[in-house]
């Protein structure tokens, strides 16, 4: 089975702090893309970044960072610097299967992780 | 600009009324998804449809139903027969074979 656990439920920190958002995933497909998206209050989904399961290279996009090890299948996800606006919640996915077949695969969701920076 | 447009993004209904919610995209996706999201419990999946005139069912499909007669459009309706309606709801898009899904701005359904 699928799964996708983000053990962190809420996190506050001051601004300018660094924070780490963990996610951890479950899957016994080969091929898998990873995922995460920023939820604003204003309630709307905003791709941050997706990751193949062949591609272990850390990914930098300006403050934000990715750690992908697949032998400990996590996805984490920092943010450096934080900001009043980076305060949102967070959630990581995983899509299984071979998305090169036209099947779009549907996307299995962490919880979500509630973050709160705080001036 | 291509995007998803929902529409409202606040809904109020009595109880044992259907309503259907909006969701058109310009984007030239061919696949699109209706997911519902509760206090707590993430995204689940409704519906999907891979291409015109086809859907799927998704992990909680019951009390709930769509068309897909066009393209751009994939409204969902929400039946009397859903027990537990109020939520917030997100249509999303993409290419198949792509994985790079874009979702809408979401209604809030509220039912009284």
């Known amino acids: 089975a699928q799964k996708v656990t983000q053990a962190q439920t809420e996190i506050s920190v001051v601004e300018k702090e660094d924070v780490t958002l963990d996610c951890v995933y479950e899957?016994?497909?080969?091929?898998?893309?990873l995922f995460w998206y920023k939820q604003p209050p204003s309630g709307e989904l905003v791709f941050l970044i997706r990751?193949?399961?062949?591609d272990e290279q850390n990914e930098i996009s300006g403050r934000y960072s990715w750690n992908f090890q697949k032998s400990t299948s996590s996805f984490n996800f920092t943010i450096t610097a934080s900001q009043v606006v980076d305060s949102a919640v967070y959630f990581c996915a995983l899509s299984g299967g071979d998305v090169n077949a036209g099947n779009n695969r549907k996307l299995i969701w962490g919880l979500g992780t509630s973050l709160a920076v705080n001036p | 600009d291509g995007g998803i447009t929902q529409s409202p993004k606040y809904l109020f209904r009595k109880e044992g009324q259907n309503v259907t919610l909006s969701c058109e995209q310009n984007?030239?996706?061919?696949?699109m998804y209706w997911y519902r999201q509760d206090p707590g419990q993430g995204l689940r999946l409704i519906y999907y449809s891979q291409i015109v005139n086809d859907f799927q069912k998704g992990d909680i499909a019951e009390g709930y139903s769509v068309s897909r007669e066009k393209k751009e459009s994939f409204p969902l309706t929400v039946t009397s027969a859903q027990k537990n309606p109020t939520a917030f709801y997100l249509c999303?898009?993409?290419?198949?074979?792509?994985?790079?899904?874009?979702f809408g701005p979401g209604t809030r359904l509220t039912v009284l």
């Open positions: 984007l030239n996706h061919d696949a």
């Open positions: 899957t016994r497909d080969t091929t898998y893309y």
């Open positions: 990751r193949n399961s062949f």
């Open positions: 999303a898009s993409s290419i198949p074979g792509t994985s790079g899904t874009i």
